[in-house]
């Protein structure tokens, strides 16, 4: 948390959003929480501005808190709309979290509880870290990801923007995911993926993006 | 009228009958390979099985051009991904191949090959007649090719190109085996009349409902007694409430309507469109007697401006129509295990009166009946 404001409006609605508003009391640091809850994605673009309206992006900084709804689409329309409001994002570190010291966080990330992230690891803007998570030296992992409880990611691995990794998946070291992927059966992977490949229970083979 | 008898189990469980569809429909007819639009690029292709013969289709130039993916030196395949964009190069010892499938280069070929002149020119990839209609591409294999006119109308190879000249350049492809005879999915997808009791959560709360919506067939319709391989294929048209998308309004919308747009192409493809905002081509690939690979190919109309969550669309949508698809492949599958030779055969009604003209068409492509 900045020491600078003296409340968060954590915006949003799912399960992220419940976790974290009740975890607050391991987070607060001696800062406010406004919980702005979101009814649901349909309008959260309009709803998000008419909640944060009456606040000033001078005392209060916002978390977006929305889950992986289309490949994490959703979260960003309302960290977006907070941002071009003139607010910014903070990133909370559960406390039971270890992260490295030359680690760099976006904003508006999550690093959830017992996570273990390694020395010169980079994780972009609005990226949630579910518990347990490991991530090894080195890895760089785009803006907009979300990396499901207990899943790890191999030493100097890279993932491109607005990805989805389940939980129990495990990336081997230096591999590369593309934008847009989806990997979400448990189990190791050793393959580099292109953009826009989905590994998803509901289908026995990858679906894939094809064409530019 | 008027009882409809279906093909006898054994058309949909014969590895014999089977193998009869491969080379009498399967290699005679025009077959659906994929999107043009996901062959604009020089060099780009794709490679399918039609028949249990493995095809490319490359671009040469802007030229579509399909040939057997098969290297004329050892079959190794040219080309090894569904999609992708490289020359017409085998993997295997590096021969290259032109547009007209003649080999280009042979590496080491006066050190190691030896060929004559007649031998070398012998060395060349199978061609295959390629059509579009619009963006859709289609191959045969026949050495004569039937005029796609007698198998496809003017008026709906019309339609299809006008909806399918609204496709952007992107789209999302699966794969989905399935444990059930090909034919199975074909007539399933004739047969409207499943959709209230296998997708009562899924497909029917977006269908209009109102006895005016409700099909009602003519107790005086005349009996099927003959048709022709071209009336087993066309379009349809149902009146749907559209779930409206922001995104909605930054595409170049088929139509303007909030309609189920429905093709049936056979021998094995279903063209849907939800509202001629998505586009989904669902084809069952016939791998077996009783395994079908359903394939699923589904892109969004032309976006007029960037859509950053264009491919979060494409995989939302997939994925909703993997749901619907999942109810169907319950039924088909145990129908498919409890088929047995010497079983009944269907009993179709009035309503399933196209179900009758696959049938008539089919025994005549298999040459067992007039």
New interface residues.
């Given amino acids: 948390m900045s020491a600078t404001t003296s409340s968060l409006a954590l915006i949003g609605y799912g399960q992220l959003f419940d976790d974290i508003a009740a975890n607050w009391h391991l987070l607060a640091h001696g800062c406010t929480l406004l919980p702005l809850r979101l009814a649901s994605a349909d309008a959260a673009i309009d709803d998000t501005g008419a909640l944060l309206a009456d606040l000033d992006p001078a005392q209060t900084r916002i978390f977006a808190a929305v889950d992986t709804q289309?490949?994490n689409?959703a979260r960003l329309d309302v960290y977006a709309k907070a941002r071009l409001m003139g607010f910014r994002g903070d990133s909370l570190r559960h406390p039971r979290a270890i992260v490295a010291g030359n680690v760099r966080i976006g904003e508006n990330c999550w690093i959830g509880a017992g996570a273990v992230i390694a020395h010169g690891v980079q994780i972009g803007n609005n990226t949630i870290v579910g518990d347990a998570v490991r991530i090894g030296p080195g890895a760089k992992l785009g803006a907009n990801g979300w990396v499901g409880a207990g899943a790890s990611i191999g030493a100097g691995a890279t993932l491109g923007q607005?990805y989805l990794i389940g939980q129990d998946v495990r990336l081997g070291a230096g591999l590369q995911i593309g934008?847009?992927c989806?990997i979400d059966v448990p189990g190791a992977y050793t393959e580099t993926l292109a953009?826009?490949t989905?590994i998803?229970p509901?289908?026995?083979?990858?679906?894939?993006?094809?064409?530019? | 009228m008027t009882m409809y008898l279906g093909l006898p189990q054994s058309d949909y469980i014969d590895p014999s009958v089977f193998a009869r569809e491969q080379t009498h429909i399967l290699r005679k007819l025009w077959i659906f390979v994929g999107l043009r639009t996901l062959l604009a690029e020089p060099d780009s292709f794709l490679t399918r099985s039609i028949g249990g013969v493995p095809i490319v289709v490359q671009n040469f130039d802007g030229e579509l051009r399909a040939f057997r993916n098969q290297c004329a030196h050892r079959q190794a395949p040219l080309q090894l991904e569904e999609y992708g964009q490289r020359k017409l190069t085998c993997r295997y010892h590096g021969w290259t191949f032109d547009g007209a499938g003649q080999v280009r280069g042979m590496p080491g070929e006066h050190r190691l090959y030896h060929y004559s002149e007649a031998e070398r020119a012998q060395l060349c990839l199978d061609r295959f007649a390629v059509q579009c209609i619009g963006n859709l591409v289609f191959v045969n294999l026949d050495a004569h090719p039937l005029p796609i006119e007698e198998q496809f109308s003017d008026e709906l190879r019309g339609q299809l190109a006008q909806i399918s000249g609204h496709f952007g350049s992107q789209a999302i492809h699966a794969v989905m085996p399935s444990a059930y005879n090909w034919k199975l999915n074909f007539e399933n997808v004739l047969d409207y009349n499943h959709v209230p009791f296998v997708h009562p959560q899924t497909f029917r709360p977006l269908m209009q409902k109102g006895a005016e919506h409700e099909p009602h067939i003519p107790t005086d319709t005349p009996p099927v007694q003959t048709t022709a391989l071209r009336e087993l294929s066309f379009a349809g048209k149902t009146p749907l409430k559209i779930q409206p998308w922001p995104w909605h309004a930054l595409v170049d919308r088929f139509g303007n309507e909030d309609a189920y747009y429905n093709y049936f192409l056979y021998p094995n493809v279903n063209f849907i469109s939800v509202g001629g905002y998505v586009f989904l081509i669902q084809q069952f690939d016939p791998i077996a007697p009783d395994r079908t690979d359903v394939r699923f190919t589904l892109a969004t109309a032309r976006p007029t401006q960037r859509i950053p969550a264009l491919p979060a669309i494409f995989w939302g949508h997939l994925k909703g129509e993997k749901r619907v698809l999942d109810e169907d492949k319950v039924i088909l599958e145990a129908l498919q295990r409890g088929l047995h030779a010497g079983g009944p055969v269907a009993r179709h009604g009035a309503y399933e009166s196209q179900l009758r003209r696959v049938a008539l068409v089919y025994e005549q492509l298999m040459g067992r009946s007039a």
């Fill in positions: 289309a490949v689409h607005h934008r847009h989806v953009d826009g989905f998803d509901l289908f026995p083979h990858p679906a894939r993006i094809y064409g530019r």
